[in-house]
């Protein structure tokens, strides 16, 4: 049937959990029969009774989902949803009506705390007063016993999704903590990267400065080199040309005339 229903992965779910719950009812009432201790009877119902609950808080869930989803379903699907959810309410009617004459057949008669709604048959505030005068003190004790067994799981299971919170928000904490790091680091590594390509850029442009400097300066030496030769060649090919100044260090000796009177001079004194 869950097939041919237009369902969303949670009413599919609930879906499904009630069915298991109609399963197990059924096995149960089944079972009851067989039992012959009435101790054992009566503990069997309030295990059926248990589950009728969850069944019924499952069905309003249900419920719930159907009025969620009834803007985006066509009519149709509604209709469906709606018709399929009467079918579970009357199934979990026949099995509160089974309850029912079990607990006559027992001579039970426990206030009935359990508020099928939804279609089912509901007792009044004063229903239940007048089932409770007729109950004895023991049973009033083990019906009080047992609402506060289900009240004291329902803050179990309320504890328990607190602590899977608490543990889940620490986890996210922890990790976004770890990855506010982790992008911390990234940051003073790209910053030291960037610096250190900034000096390398100042680096290759002093070194292109000096190298461009040394050429220049290479450059007039050779000049200078080329220009001492070229009189050199022109001193030596042509030495008696007077236009081109001798270059110091290879100017032509003196002549021997002016050495001799320079000597008579000096024996003369």
Known sequence: MAADLALNPQMEQIYGEIKDYF????????????????????????????????????????????????????????????DEKQSMIKELNSYVGLRKTYMSSLGNKKVELFDMGAGASELTADENIQLASKMTNQELIDAGKMAMDETDQAIERSKQVVAQTIDQGTQTATTLKGQTEQMGRIVNDLDTIQFSIKKASQLV???????????CIMLFLFLIVCGVIAIIVVKIVNPHNKSIRDIPGLAPPAPTSRRLLHFKATEQF
Do not use: H, Y
């Open 23 to 82: 399963r197990a009812l059924a096995n149960g009432f089944q079972k009851l029969d067989k039992i012959k201790d009435p101790n054992r009877q009566n503990k069997q119902l309030e295990e059926l009774t248990g589950k009728m609950r969850e069944c019924k808080r499952l069905i309003k869930e249900f419920d719930r989902e159907i009025k969620d989803e009834e803007a985006r379903n066509p009519p149709e699907v509604s209709k469906q949803l709606n």
């Open 205 to 215: 442009k002093e070194i292109s400065r000096q190298v461009a400097t040394d050429k």
